[in-house]
């Protein structure tokens, strides 16, 4: 069987339209056999406050292969996927957003490469024409910086829309972490993995949920649960300054010595001052961070509340 896993935070607009395309291209794979393919479409209702369980709900009478969790509040997207994945039982197992920017007729091409013997296919934007160019530039950047931070390496330009191997999706299961950077679980995880690509289409019902401000977040998210250089760094830059703060205290000492003291000095004690200070800032926000982090992961609160279900989710 096939899990289509679908977060949605009030969706009501795009919905039908994604059940009635989905259906279609699920009822048009194959088993290997030629026989119909079983599917489920598992929606995961992240704390929607319009008609968006309304929806889903006329879809499961319709047809009772989508079936639905809905959770007790706005967990967040990533969340809302690892409780899709908690709860789907399909051999394979493909997380989708709602808004048909990623075009489900890619899943046959998937399959392929599934059948064929990799464990995750995921899919790479052929171009992101549909996102603006500060949006294409900010994720250029963090792609870049993810990668170059953290041992494991994220696919760039890869969402969550790829198909994982029932192997995969239990072992993302057992992954502990209250942060759930799913990107990252995805590429720690390992197993045998390759790229279809596709073409990522403009958004055309609905709205964006992700501001910049919340991407910003999910970045911070992301390279934190990914990569301690951040933390290590100030290590290195302080022992860097440290030999250079005791070469200068040489030189000074010389130089009182052999010339006697002057109280000259003001402006370069000003800007070591506060150089130092804006550092010192820097470095204890970041230990900050990562210390938040702990808290949260030690609280070992859950990752999400199922609220209610719908088609025995
Ligand atoms: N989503 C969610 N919880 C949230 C925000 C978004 O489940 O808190 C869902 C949303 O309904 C959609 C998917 O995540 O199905 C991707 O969101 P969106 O299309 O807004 O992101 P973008 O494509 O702009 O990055
Ligand atoms: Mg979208």
Known sequence: MLSVIVPVKDEEEAVGAFVTRVSAVLDGLRETDGTPLSWEVLFVDDGSTDATMAAICAANRADPRIRALS??????????????????????????DVDLQDPPEVIGAMLEKWRAGFDVVYGVRRNRQSDSLPKRMTADLYYRAHNWLSMDKIPEHAGDFRLLDRKVVDVIKVMPERNRFMKGLFAWGGF???????????????????NYWKLWTLAIDGITSASTVPLR??????????????LFALFVIAKTILFGSDVRGYPSLMVAVLFFGGLQLMSLGILGEYVGRILVEVKHRPIYIVRETVGDA
């Open 192 to 210: 045998r993995q390759t790229a279809v690509e596709y073409d990522r289409v403009e958004r055309r019902l609905g709205r964006t949920k992700f």
């Open 233 to 246: 760094v100030w290590s290195y830059l302080g022992g860097a300054i440290a030999l250079g703060g005791i």
């Open 71 to 96: 959770l007790s509040r706005n967990f967040g997207k990533e969340a809302a996927l690892s409780a899709g994945l908690d709860h789907a039982r399909g051999a394979a197992v493909v997380p989708i």
